[in-house]
Antibody, heavy 119, light 108 residues
Framework: QVQLVESGGDVVQPGKSLRLSCAASGFTFHSYGMHWVRQAPGKGLEWVAVIWFDGSEEFYADSVKGRFTISRDNSKNTLSLQMNSLRVEDTAVYYC????????????WGQGARVTVSS | EIVMTQSPATLSVSPGERATLSCRASQRIDRDLAWYQQKPGQGPGLLIYGASNRATGVPDRFSGGGSGTEFTLTISSLQSEDFAVYYCQHYKTWPPMYTFGQGTKLEI
């Protein structure tokens, strides 16, 4: 079955960097687009970024553009999110999610990785 | 920018009763809408896509409806496992943009 397992969450100071990873299994990873979605404490869901199945295209929410970079290694079935210049408002649980195939909705989600940005 | 507004914020219903959750888009979005269920401590799960299509494995007590700007998620007879937070999501495929509503908490 499809499994997405995030890792790399931590407590970091404002202005620092952090890299999240998502290990995918149970499906043909290189055939699917992948997303990152975040959820601030007690809040709703916010889409962060998407990467095409072959890594050829990336798109970002305005709130993270220029600071976050999504990438993937199809040889290792791994999705990553490099987060630079972190802000207090980036504090959230970060989920990786599989695109269903047409860059529309998300048909499988991970359990999330917690990122806390605090001095 | 399209804004998705869900109502009510919290809905209190008894098991066995029917629940109707609403989602409104600030502009017409045809049927480019999905619904997700999220239980405490878990990632969301897909319920409905294309406004009215049930995802694989979703019980038929869940149904979605609407088009344009007004959408509903109906749970016909609430089971204990249905008490959770529900989110609607608009998806725009080009350029990609994904907007969630703020959620409706369904409580006993």
């Amino acid at each position: 079955q499809v499994q997405l397992v995030e890792s790399g969450g931590d407590v970091v100071q404002p202005g620092k960097s952090l890299r999240l990873s998502c290990a995918a299994s149970g499906f043909t990873f290189h055939s699917y687009g992948m997303h990152w979605v975040r959820q601030a404490p007690g809040k709703g869901l916010e889409w962060v970024a998407v990467i095409w199945f072959d890594g050829s295209e990336e798109f970002y929410a305005d709130s993270v553009k220029g600071r976050f970079t999504i990438s993937r290694d199809n040889s290792k079935n791994t999705l990553s999110l490099q987060m630079n210049s972190l802000r207090v408002e980036d504090t959230a649980v970060y989920y990786c999610a599989r695109d269903r195939g047409a860059y529309d909705y998300f048909d499988h989600w991970g359990q999330g990785a917690r990122v806390t940005v605090s001095s | 920018e399209i804004v998705m507004t869900q109502s009510p914020a919290t809905l209190s219903v008894s098991p066995g009763e029917r629940a109707t959750l609403s989602c409104r888009a600030s502009q017409r979005i045809d049927r480019d809408l999905a619904w997700y269920q999220q239980k405490p401590g878990q990632g969301p799960g897909l319920l409905i896509y294309g406004a009215s299509n049930r995802a694989t494995g979703v019980p038929d007590r869940f149904s979605g409806g609407g088009s344009g700007t007004e959408f509903t998620l109906t749970i016909s007879s609430l089971q204990s496992e249905d008490f959770a937070v529900y989110y609607c999501q608009h998806y725009k495929t080009w350029p990609p943009m994904y907007t969630f509503g703020q959620g409706t908490k369904l409580e006993i």
